[in-house]
């Protein structure tokens, strides 16, 4: 079932928010052994970057568009600092751990892609 929400094109997030709200199950790795994503990577599902760190850069794409037509706003210019450095803190985790390529670097772009 796992596999077959994520082709429909679920983040893992979504998926056992899925399973949780109209299939009643609680949680999965309990009854599977294995987590979402521990399960997507097997199948070869599993997406290219986490899910957080694609909400935090999401997050920062919204904030640059912002300041580019609000140039002078300095609390959004304050929000974009935290996200970043949010940003950069997360992915040498996930550089620790393999879950990015250790060559994997922040930069505006980057978050204007996604």
């Known amino acids: 079932m796992v596999v077959k929400l994520a082709k429909e094109g679920n983040s893992p997030s979504r998926l056992g928010a899925i399973l949780r709200d109209q299939h009643g199950v609680p949680l999965v790795k309990p009854i599977v052994g ?16 986490p899910g957080d760190l694609e909400i935090l850069l999401r997050k920062a794409s ?8 609000h140039g002078s706003d300095r609390y959004n210019k304050n929000a974009l600092q935290i996200v970043e450095t949010k940003i950069r803190n997360i992915a040498e985790y996930y550089k620790r751990r393999g879950l990015l390529p250790p060559n994997w670097k922040y930069t505006p772009m980057v978050a204007r892609v996604r």
């Open 34 to 49: 294995k987590s979402i994503t521990q399960i997507l990577r097997e199948n070869a599902l599993a997406p290219s970057i």
């Open 62 to 69: 919204r904030l640059q568009a912002h300041l580019e037509k």
